[in-house]
Structure formats: structure tokens, C-alpha cells
């Protein structure tokens, strides 16, 4: 015990072994919805939603690991929510890639963001970027999944040409309303691991009204032995020839390259905005983490650690078979009870690995029951709208396009690059254009050059 208090320095941030413990269990059901819907939602790509489950898992162990064991600090990472939307429906569905060019370019994605966090680009990133179009990209993405959940049970019915009203006639409409008002209420009170909670008992609900047919348990389909079948047949194929190999002799560079760089701008202000907002109230960083993040080079600081394991982490996680691992703002439940250090971390890592267990009775969930986590979730992230200034037309112009293009067009590269393309047009019409970073004018410009293309097709 006394090797563990050491390691972690328990008593330098004031805390003890049963309060990191109860903060490692609080986090990871706080966040453990997303082994549910992450692999239901990659499934739509192609991918063997088993296959994704132990990904997902694997991927969080790895992440939350270094977060705890490297980093020292008391976050969880897993595949994010957004980014796993961008995935399937961005890139894969509507771009035209296949989902293992797709794990490439998460693996591209991580492998520069590393290079980015060890070199002083991180910097000049962080200076680069509007803060109004980085709380855009967040707002943006959840109306974006919000949206998602209620298109994947059929809320919005398109049958005229246009959006409208489901009839309410489908029971799968009718479970995913029973789960979204069970999912507000948990939350309103205040219930830990309320997502989790729902989407249980929004599956045990669909027994008797026919949706869940729970006689498929124990069939070969949901055996352990196909599941890791399913995790051995996409295990490391973004790195052969069906992923890395045919993306770039499939696919035009310029293409490709909007895509990582929405990737990557999207993973790394997720996972700093998160350290910011969760770590400056509860003191786990300090104002000298927050200057080297914004001036330095190098793996200095904690918060600088936290971001490289968050780098890694999605580097493995496309190699594994899953979209990019970034740090869950749940992570701030576990701190709230009092986790300070990486001790937290490793419990949550532990239950992740614990969840394989649960391999056979993943297919068990219904849409019904995930959709309702998807919609709650985009509430939460439909926060950031706060933090915009919108009675500032100079700010209003670009966020506005920012996240009506990002929820439209099923893109957040596209609302990227209108945002950015909008963001250059207001300094310049405003006579401050030098005010605009080099990296926002290039990026825009291949964005441009992208749409050209398209255009030209």
C-alpha cells in the first residue's frame, strides 16, 4: 500500500486510496455507456460491432493506463463521441471510403499529433484557432449526434422529401422515447452512471414489447469465440493493404488531407479543452501546466503528459479497429468525489478490461437503447453555445457556420472549413486580417483547394 500511496503521491494531493478508488468506479460508470454505443454506431460502417467492443475496451485500458501510470492525473479516455459520428457518417457512409481507410487516417491522425504535443507546433496550434471556433467545433458536434440518435430509430421521417414528424406507429420510436425520458430524469436527479442505467433498462423494457430477443444469448453469433474472431479480423488492417496502402493510391491527397486535419484539430482541443475545464477548478493543473501547454515544448508538465497519452492512445486504437480515443469530460464525475491522481485512472482502466465479460450480450442493445445516450450527450456538449459571444456579429458570423454546416452536410471537416473560410472573411472585410494565423490561412486554402476538386469532379 504504502509503494502505491508513493507512486501516485497520494498524500501530496491530499487524497487516500479508498477516495481514488471510489473516484476511479464513479468514472467508469459514468462513461461505460460508450460500450455500447460506440461498437453499434462503428457497425454501420461495416466493421463487426463484437470486433469494435473489445477494440473499445482495449483502446480505453491503453489510454486510461497511461493516463494514470505516465501522466499522473485522474482522467478516462475511450473512443470519442462526435468523432466516432464523423467517422461513420463523414467519412465512411457519405465520403466514400472504406472504414478500414478510414482507421488509417485515424493512425495518420495520432502519429502527427504526437509529433505535434512533443514539438513546439503544439503551440502555435493552440495560438492558431479562435477560441470561438473551437467552442463552435464542440456546440456543432453536438447538435450533430443529437441529431443522429433521433435519425437512427426513426424520429424524422423523410418519406415526403422533407423532414417531418415520425407517426409514432414504430415501436422502436416508442422504446426510444420511454429511454430518453428515463436517461432526463436519472440525469435531472443526479444519478450516477445514469446513461448506463438507461440504456439497461431501456433494453430489459423491449423484452416484452418484442424488440429484444434475448433466446440469441449463447448462440455461436455471441460467443466469445466469435467475438474475438470478429476483434482478430480487424486488428491491425488500417495499417495493410486495405487501409493505409489504399488510401493513398486510392484517394486524391487533398481529399484526404481535410479529413486528418479535422481529425486532429478535433482530438486535440476535445482533450485540452476537457484538462482546462475539469482541471483549473479542482486544482489538478496549475497555472504553470496551462503556460507550458501554450509557450513550451516536450512532455513537461502533467498536462502535456495527459495530451501525448491522449495522442497514443488513439494511435493504438486505430491499429485495435476503432475510431479516435480522446478524453471523456465524464472524467470530471470521478474528480468531483474526490479523485486528484492517476490512481483513479488505473481503477477505471481495470473495470474497462473487467467489461469483456459483457462480449456476448452486446448485440442484445437496441438503438432504441443508445439513441437516447446520443441525443443526452449532444445536450451536454451543446454547452459550449455559452461560451460563444454571440452578440459579437464579428464572432456570431463564423461560429453560425461553423455549426450549421457541421450538423447539414453530416460534416465537421465541412464545418470547419466554412467556419474558417467565413472566419477569414470578417478580419479581412474588418481591415484585420493581419490578425489571422498563418496555420488558419493554409488550412483554409486546403480546404479551398478540396472544394475546387469536388467541384471539378
Same mark, same amino acid.
Given at each position: 500500500?504504502?509503494?502505491? *500511496?508513493?507512486?501516485?503521491?497520494?498524500? #501530496?494531493?491530499?487524497?487516500?486510496?479508498s477516495? #481514488?478508488?471510489?473516484?476511479?468506479?464513479?468514472?467508469?460508470?459514468?462513461?461505460?455507456?460508450?460500450?455500447?454505443?460506440h461498437?453499434?454506431?462503428?457497425?454501420?460502417?461495416?466493421?463487426p460491432?463484437?470486433?469494435?467492443?473489445?477494440?473499445?475496451?482495449?483502446?480505453a485500458?491503453?489510454?486510461?493506463?497511461?493516463?494514470?501510470?505516465?501522466?499522473?492525473?485522474?482522467?478516462?479516455?475511450?473512443?470519442?463521441?462526435?468523432?466516432?459520428?464523423?467517422?461513420?457518417?463523414t467519412?465512411?457512409?457519405?465520403?466514400?471510403? !472504406?472504414?478500414? *481507410?478510414?482507421?488509417?487516417?485515424?493512425?495518420?491522425?495520432?502519429?502527427?499529433?504526437?509529433?505535434?504535443?512533443?514539438?513546439?507546433?503544439?503551440?502555435?496550434?493552440?495560438?492558431?484557432?479562435? #477560441?470561438?471556433?473551437?467552442?463552435?467545433?464542440?456546440?456543432?458536434?453536438?447538435?450533430?449526434?443529437?441529431?443522429?440518435?433521433?435519425?437512427?430509430?426513426?424520429?424524422?421521417?423523410?418519406?415526403?422529401?422533407?423532414?417531418?414528424?415520425?407517426?409514432?406507429? %414504430?415501436?422502436?420510436?416508442?422504446?426510444?422515447?420511454?429511454?430518453?425520458?428515463i436517461?432526463?430524469?436519472?440525469?435531472?436527479?443526479?444519478?450516477?452512471?445514469?446513461?448506463?442505467?438507461s440504456?439497461?433498462?431501456?433494453?430489459?423494457?423491449?423484452?416484452?414489447m418484442?424488440?429484444?430477443?434475448?433466446?440469441?444469448?449463447?448462440?455461436?453469433?455471441?460467443?466469445?469465440?466469435t467475438?474475438?474472431?470478429?476483434?482478430?479480423?480487424?486488428?491491425?488492417?488500417?495499417?495493410?493493404?486495405?487501409?493505409?496502402?489504399?488510401?493513398? !493510391?486510392?484517394? %486524391?491527397?487533398?481529399?484526404?488531407?481535410?479529413?486528418?486535419?479535422?481529425?486532429?484539430?478535433?482530438?486535440?482541443? %476535445?482533450?485540452?479543452?476537457?484538462?482546462?475545464?475539469?482541471?483549473?477548478?479542482?486544482?489538478?493543473?496549475?497555472?504553470?501546466?496551462?503556460?507550458?501547454?501554450?509557450?513550451?515544448?516536450?512532455?513537461?508538465?502533467?498536462?502535456e503528459?495527459?495530451?501525448?497519452?491522449?495522442?497514443?492512445?488513439?494511435?493504438?486504437?486505430?491499429?485495435l479497429?476503432?475510431?479516435?480515443?480522446? !478524453?471523456?469530460?465524464?472524467?470530471?464525475?470521478?474528480?468531483?468525489?474526490?479523485?486528484?491522481?492517476?490512481?483513479?485512472?488505473?481503477?477505471?482502466?481495470?473495470?474497462?478490461?473487467?467489461?469483456?465479460v459483457?462480449?456476448?450480450?452486446?448485440?442484445?442493445?437496441?438503438?432504441?437503447?443508445?439513441?437516447?445516450?446520443l441525443?443526452?450527450?449532444?445536450?451536454?456538449?451543446?454547452?459550449?453555445?455559452?461560451?460563444? *459571444?454571440?452578440?459579437?456579429?464579428?464572432?456570431?458570423?463564423?461560429?453560425?457556420?461553423?455549426?450549421?454546416?457541421?450538423v447539414?452536410?453530416?460534416?465537421?471537416?465541412?464545418?470547419?472549413?466554412?467556419?474558417?473560410?467565413?472566419?477569414?472573411?470578417?478580419?479581412?472585410?474588418?481591415?484585420?486580417?493581419? *490578425?489571422?494565423?498563418?496555420?488558419?490561412y493554409?488550412?483554409?486554402?486546403?480546404?479551398?483547394?478540396?472544394?475546387?476538386?469536388?467541384a471539378?469532379?
Amino acid at each position: 500500500m504504502r509503494k502505491i *500511496e508513493n507512486f501516485f503521491k497520494l498524500k #501530496e494531493h491530499n487524497t487516500t486510496f479508498s477516495t #481514488e478508488v471510489l473516484a476511479g468506479v464513479t468514472t467508469f460508470f459514468t462513461m461505460a455507456y460508450v460500450l455500447f454505443v460506440h461498437p453499434q454506431m462503428l457497425a454501420e460502417t461495416g466493421l463487426p460491432r463484437n470486433g469494435v467492443y473489445i477494440a473499445t475496451i482495449l483502446s480505453a485500458v491503453i489510454g486510461t493506463l497511461m493516463m494514470g501510470l505516465y501522466a499522473n492525473i485522474p482522467y478516462a479516455q475511450a473512443p470519442g463521441m462526435g468523432l466516432n459520428a464523423f467517422f461513420t457518417y463523414t467519412v465512411v457512409i457519405i465520403g466514400g471510403f !472504406t472504414p478500414y *481507410e478510414a482507421l488509417a487516417m485515424v493512425f495518420v491522425c495520432g502519429v502527427i499529433n504526437m509529433i505535434i504535443t512533443v514539438t513546439s507546433i503544439r503551440k502555435q496550434l493552440v495560438k492558431a484557432i479562435p #477560441e470561438t471556433l473551437q467552442q463552435a467545433i464542440g456546440a456543432g458536434i453536438g447538435l450533430f449526434i443529437a441529431y443522429i440518435g433521433l435519425l437512427n430509430v426513426g424520429f424524422i421521417n423523410f418519406s415526403a422529401g422533407v423532414p417531418s414528424l415520425t407517426n409514432f406507429q %414504430d415501436p422502436n420510436v416508442l422504446l426510444a422515447i420511454i429511454g430518453i425520458a428515463i436517461t432526463l430524469i436519472l440525469m435531472l436527479k443526479k444519478v450516477k452512471g445514469a446513461i448506463l442505467i438507461s440504456i439497461i433498462v431501456t433494453t430489459i423494457i423491449g423484452i416484452p414489447m418484442g424488440i429484444v430477443d434475448i433466446s440469441s444469448i449463447g448462440s455461436g453469433a455471441d460467443s466469445y469465440g466469435t467475438v474475438f474472431a470478429d476483434f482478430k479480423s480487424i486488428f491491425g488492417v488500417a495499417l495493410g493493404k486495405e487501409g493505409i496502402v489504399s488510401l493513398f !493510391t486510392n484517394h %486524391d491527397i487533398f481529399k484526404v488531407i481535410p479529413i486528418i486535419f479535422a481529425f486532429s484539430l478535433t482530438d486535440t482541443f %476535445d482533450t485540452i479543452g476537457t484538462f482546462i475545464g475539469t482541471g483549473r477548478r479542482s486544482g489538478i493543473f496549475t497555472d504553470e501546466d496551462e503556460k507550458a501547454m501554450e509557450t513550451g515544448s516536450g512532455l513537461n508538465s502533467k498536462m502535456e503528459r495527459g495530451l501525448f497519452a491522449d495522442m497514443v492512445a488513439t494511435t493504438a486504437g486505430s491499429i485495435l479497429g476503432t475510431s479516435n480515443v480522446t !478524453t471523456f469530460v465524464e472524467s470530471s464525475a470521478g474528480i468531483g468525489v474526490g479523485g486528484r491522481t492517476g490512481l483513479t485512472s488505473v481503477v477505471t482502466a481495470i473495470l474497462f478490461l473487467l467489461s469483456i465479460v459483457a462480449a456476448p450480450v452486446i448485440g442484445l442493445i437496441p438503438s432504441a437503447a443508445t439513441a437516447p445516450a446520443l441525443i443526452v450527450v449532444g445536450i451536454l456538449m451543446a454547452g459550449s453555445f455559452a461560451d460563444i *459571444e454571440w452578440t459579437n456579429f464579428e464572432d456570431a458570423i463564423p461560429a453560425f457556420f461553423t455549426v450549421l454546416m457541421t450538423v447539414l452536410t453530416y460534416s465537421i471537416s465541412n464545418g470547419l472549413a466554412f467556419g474558417f473560410i467565413s472566419y477569414i472573411l470578417v478580419k479581412v472585410t474588418t481591415g484585420k486580417a493581419k *490578425e489571422v494565423h498563418p496555420i488558419v490561412y493554409g488550412s483554409t486554402l486546403l480546404f479551398v483547394i478540396n472544394f475546387v476538386i469536388v467541384a471539378l469532379g
